[in-house]
Structures are given as C-alpha cells and as structure tokens.
C-alpha cells in the first residue's frame, strides 16, 4: 500500500538559510499535517491542511510557512534558519478526519 | 490547555517482566493512539482506541482505554530485547484534528 512520502530524508543548511519540505499524502487523502520533533522530544504539531485551506495552526514560527497545492502535496517553507530548528519534521495525512498516517521524517540540521 | 502525560519517562527492565505504561489526558477524547518510535526513524503505529472500555492486543503488547478517567494504558507482557524503544501515545480532541503527544516512555529491556 502507497505510504505517504517526504523529501529530502536529510537536510544540512546553515544558519540563517532557507530550507523547504516535501510531503507528498497517500492518494485520496484529503488532510495534511505537520509535526517537528527535536532531540528527545514528543512531536509538536505545526499546521495542517484540509482541502488545501489551512485549517490548523499549532506552535509553528512565523518563519515558517506552508501550503497544500492543487495535487494535494504539502510543502513547509522554512527561513531564517536558527539553531533551534534541527529537528525531525514529519508529515502526515488523513482521510475525513480519520487516523494519520506518518511519513519517514525529514532530518534537518542546521549548523 | 490541552495536556497528554505519559509516565514513566524511563523504563528499565528484565527480560520475561511484565510492566505497564500510563497515559493521562486532560480533556474529553474519545480517540487515543500508541505510537513506537526507534531512534532516529519515524512513528509506527500500534493501536487505535476509539471507544470507551476499548482493548486490543497484538503480540506482547495490550493497550486499553478508559475514557471516564481519561486514561490509557499499554502493558507489556513478559518483554524481550526486541521491544526497546520510545512509546508515544497520543490523543485527538475534539473539535480539532491534530494530535497532542505524550511526553513519551523511553523503554530499554535488558537481556
């Protein structure tokens, strides 16, 4: 069965750089979330997307953006990268609501 | 403020010892999800609890749900080596779709 996918799996930026996230949803999948998980951490929710609207926001930074495009992929777009941001960020999805279902994860270290 | 507890942080035990961790939330949900997470990799999904008094079992592991005392529970039955690694639960309110973790149990079984 399709799970879902992200890109890169790794991500090394510097300080102060721009990094963006993929997340490509099993098909037929109407919602997208995202979560970031730092060292030692349980994931924190971010934003999701329902039918490409955003339709939740958790504690993500205002240097962070993201958007759900007409393929129903998900890409989280990050600047001004700090120290802070290394993290494990994943991407699920969801049918009406129902159970999520997680991708891999993306490694992003900033240095 | 919505709140997922999970004790104990750490967990230590023998081989062929039986142990059980707790989920404590703090506002009405009627959906409740235990995760496995190894390093560095993503979120395996273990069980879904939708109901109240809900139990399910597969292998070593029986997670159960009650949610009149908002409470969960995963107990671990005779454990092996293999079961090493951190257990999340998490719990879905209602109104909202986006899941709140639990500060996750980091579980090391000695041989």
């Known amino acids: 069965a399709a799970g879902v996918i992200q890109s890169p799996r790794h991500l090394i930026k510097e300080k102060r750089e721009t990094a963006t996230l993929k997340c490509y949803p099993i098909?037929?999948?109407?919602?997208v979330y995202w979560y970031q998980q730092g060292p030692g951490q349980d994931p924190q929710f971010l934003i999701s997307?329902?039918?490409?609207?955003?339709?939740d926001k958790g504690s993500i930074p205002d240097r962070f953006s993201a958007q759900q495009f007409s393929d129903y992929h998900s890409e989280l777009n990050m600047s001004s990268l700090e120290l802070g941001d290394s993290a494990l960020y994943f991407c699920?999805?969801?049918?009406?609501?129902?159970?999520?279902?997680f991708g891999p994860g993306t490694r992003l270290t900033v240095l | 403020e919505l709140k997922v507890e999970q004790n104990p942080l750490f967990l230590s035990m023998q081989e062929g010892k039986n142990y059980t961790i707790y989920c404590n939330y703090s506002t009405t949900s009627d959906r409740l999800y235990w995760y496995r997470q190894d390093p560095g990799k993503s979120l395996e999904s273990l069980f879904v609890?939708?109901?109240?008094?809900a139990v399910k079992q597969e292998g070593r592991l029986m997670a159960s749900l009650d949610t009149k005392a908002r409470l969960s529970t995963l107990h671990i039955t005779a454990a092996v080596h293999d079961l090493s690694a951190t257990y999340f639960c998490?719990?879905?309110?209602?109104?909202?779709?986006?899941?709140?973790f639990g500060t996750g149990t980091r579980l090391k079984v000695l041989a």
């Open positions: 609890l939708l109901s109240n008094g």
């Open positions: 998490a719990v879905s309110f209602s109104g909202t779709y986006k899941y709140i």
């Open positions: 699920a999805s969801s049918s009406q609501g129902g159970e999520q279902f």
């Open positions: 997307f329902y039918e490409k609207m955003q339709s």
């Open positions: 098909p037929r999948h109407d919602t």
